[in-house]
């Protein structure tokens, strides 16, 4: 047994640029797992996939021509049916033996070769053998055939390829892209494998336009990447294109000065760097006039249309400077430039024409237009869903602002969807809010209405900001809670991976803002405030909602760090006001970090099975009725501290109301072992009640001890 390094190319048609990184990392990913599990390479193989429009490809170390024998044992059957009374082979032991490729002309012999054992209630046989292991050439065609067929494809095409015998014809293929050669190489000798109509070789293609040799001839498996560099004028490898391109565009920008950087966008890299085999950056420029067009506007436009990144200033400013990312590298690199140049002129005219014109209307006088754009076949047009979010908006900045940010939340909301119907987000649909807050400024609307109207979808992802004042986030929340309580009320949640209205992502935004910029409104009350506005339109589904938003909430918690039982006990109490969630968790963990904690969780848990199964239990205690002398010590104790952790938890110190019922610890393990609850005399039993009821009332304000007993 031999082992080398391996190197599998499939050389195709242009691939989908937005698609290449993960169709090589997938393409090797599974060619390395199947080698792998037929032991033809070792578990620690280093994989190095590679990835360009035109190719996938994969290098594999350490792979054997032949994979070793392996030993394995099967089981036949039970001893009661492989073998009759006298302890010979039955037929179907013997024709079991024969499929498996066992000698039976000896039966007896045969029988003596297995081995019994115990499998459950009854004795079976087993059979050793030893299992050829796999050759190169048949465990590398089963691990490409693999490959291929579970490339992330989501449509492939069908295409005709000459067939390759002696009598000719075509056939039918069906891949994502023609393919055109296939390269296995096992050090330097080819393995004969077969994809897609093709038979494996040791040659493959170059750039298109700059190969230096045609075709590309390897001659040993570690030769791929430096070989087509120098022949092909090709950088195989996705990562180090994608490097190589990060330099060039850092260092054209350091020739324009001015502390000039490209735009961030690590989408647009990638889809670039799918674009080109050797990439050459290129500096142009267009005219300064369509500065006076808005920034995100142009910067769409060249990153959208023409995958151009657009520099900008140190101060954050668009500049007239934008960088194209070449497939080719001329010696004279003008006639490129130029090029590029005259094609983006006429997006960026387009973009100023746009602006212009949709400046000549006022967005005030657009709102009437809402009412002919559909939002929902059952939740009515964009004028309704609008008049919806102007009443929420309003009733939330009455609640958490008054009359003036009532005002201003309901003009924001009134006007925030109107830019839907300019030009400029017809084209663009990416900048609506943006163009909104750009045409309200223009309008001589107010800082505070503008920016609320370019703001009121956010957060738009994880991680985006929020809205920059309370008009935005007041009409951001009634924006949001209008899609969950409309798209609830008519049976529209999401189910598994499907969520066509994006409502968890809603949820998590209105989890944000409640609880980062701490609203002074509880949960159910928002919803309270947002139904009433849609009339017969939706069925109450306000339960279902509030689950929903509570599980984002509670897995979000989880993501930032807080233990399962940490939230569990905090989201059992469904707290009102989620901007005390981070609150009420920090008070849990100082709890739970107490020596007395384990202790009082567990004393909790038992009071809660207590109180559920004595049904309705009035948090009263009549000291007279106290007989024990640990009841009357308990409630003595909760006399001194259980005010104390009150007017602790009132002021908003929810570690400090906690910490202090840990002096509870004591009485309460006594009361457990001294007193009998469920005492005879109805009397006395339902003042013992009363007092742990008390205790339960007590320490569970700010969570759910019991969720943190073991």
């Not at 050389?11 to 997938?26: D, R, S, T, Y």
């Not at 950088?235 to 000039?260: H, P, Y």
């Not at 002398?629 to 104790?637: D, H, I, P, R, T």
């Amino acid at each position: 047994m031999t082992t080398q390094n391996l190197l599998v190319e499939l050389f195709v048609e242009e691939l989908p640029p937005k698609a290449l990184n993960k169709l090589g990392a997938a393409f090797s990913g599974v060619l390395a797992e199947q080698l792998k599990a037929q032991g033809l390479a070792a578990a620690d193989a280093v994989v190095t996939a590679f990835a360009s429009p035109r190719r996938l490809a994969a290098h594999v170390t350490g792979v054997a021509d032949q994979a070793a024998d392996k030993a394995v044992q099967q089981k036949l059957m039970p001893v009661a049916v492989g073998l009759d009374a006298a302890g010979n082979a039955t037929p179907a032991l013997l024709k079991k033996l024969q499929a498996l490729g066992a000698d039976v002309s000896d039966p007896a012999a045969a029988v003596a070769a297995l081995k019994r054992a115990p499998d459950g209630k009854a004795e079976a046989l087993f059979y050793d053998s030893l299992l050829k292991g796999a050759s190169l050439q048949a465990g590398l065609q089963k691990a490409l055939e693999e490959a291929l067929a579970k490339l992330p494809i989501p449509k492939v095409m069908q295409y005709q390829l000459e067939t390759d015998c002696e009598l000719p014809g075509w056939s039918s293929v069906n891949f994502v892209r023609p393919a055109h050669s296939l390269i296995a190489l096992h050090g330097a000798t080819v393995v004969p494998v077969k994809a897609l109509g093709l038979t494996a070789g040791n040659s493959t293609q170059g750039h298109r336009f700059e190969a230096k040799v045609s075709p590309v001839v390897l001659s040993h498996a570690d030769q791929y990447d430096d070989v087509l560099k120098r022949d092909g004028s090709v950088i195989a490898s996705f990562a180090e294109r994608r490097a190589e391109i990060v330099l060039q565009l850092q260092a054209a920008a350091a020739k324009v000065g001015g502390g000039c950087q490209p735009i961030e966008d690590d989408a647009l890299l990638d889809e670039v760097t799918a674009l080109v085999e050797r990439p050459n950056v290129l500096t142009c420029q267009f005219e300064t006039e369509f500065l006076g067009v808005p920034q995100e506007c142009l910067i769409l436009t060249m990153k959208a249309n023409q995958k151009y990144f657009p520099l900008i200033d140190a101060s954050g400013k668009l500049t007239n400077r934008f960088l194209v990312v070449s497939n080719i590298t001329p010696d004279d690199a003008s006639f490129v430039i130029g090029g590029n140049e005259r094609v983006v002129r006429p997006r960026l005219a387009d973009a100023k024409f746009f602006f212009d014109q949709d400046r000549k209307k006022t967005l005030e006088s657009r709102v009437e237009g809402l009412s002919k754009v559909v939002y929902h076949n059952k939740l009515g047009t964009q004028g309704e869903r609008m008049a919806r979010v102007c009443a929420i908006a309003k009733a939330i900045g009455q609640q958490v602002g008054g009359d003036a940010l009532a005002q201003q939340a309901e003009q924001a909301a009134r006007l925030a969807k109107t830019d839907l119907l300019t030009d400029m987000v017809g084209e663009f649909p990416e900048l609506q809010g943006i163009m909104g807050g750009y045409y309200a400024r223009h309008d001589g609307l107010s800082t505070e209405v503008a920016e609320a109207i370019e703001d009121h979808y956010k957060p738009r992802f994880a991680g985006d900001d929020l809205p920059r004042n309370n008009v935005g986030l007041v009409v951001a929340l009634a924006d949001k809670l209008e899609t969950l309580v409309g798209m609830f009320g008519i049976g529209n949640v999401p189910t598994g991976d499907k969520d066509p209205f994006a409502l968890r992502r809603h949820a998590l935004g209105v989890i944000r803002m409640l609880i980062e910029k701490d609203v002074a409104l509880g949960l159910p009350e928002l919803l309270a405030l947002s139904m009433p506005v849609f009339g017969d339109k939706i069925s109450g589904n306000a339960e279902a909602l509030i689950d929903f938003i509570y599980d984002r909430l509670a897995g979000s918690l989880r993501e930032q760090g807080f233990s399962a039982q940490e939230v569990d006990a905090v989201m059992a109490l469904r707290p009102a006001r989620l901007g005390q969630v981070n609150q009420f968790l920090s008070a849990v963990r100082a709890f739970a970090a107490l020596p007395e904690s384990p202790a009082l969780a567990a004393a909790n848990k038992r009071i809660g099975n207590i109180l559920k199964k004595a049904g309705e239990v009035d948090a009263h205690v009549n000291p007279a009725l106290l007989q024990e002398e640990a009841e009357k010590n308990l409630y003595a104790v909760m006399q001194k501290f259980v005010p104390e952790s009150e007017a602790q938890f009132k002021a908003g110190d929810y570690t400090a109301s906690l910490q202090t019922l840990a002096a509870l610890r004591a009485p309460v393990d006594a009361f457990f072992d001294d007193v009998m609850v469920n005492a005879e005399e109805m009397d006395l039993r339902l003042n013992r009640q009363g007092l742990l009821k008390s205790l339960h009332v007590a320490m569970n304000r700010v969570a759910d001890l019991s969720r943190l007993a073991a």
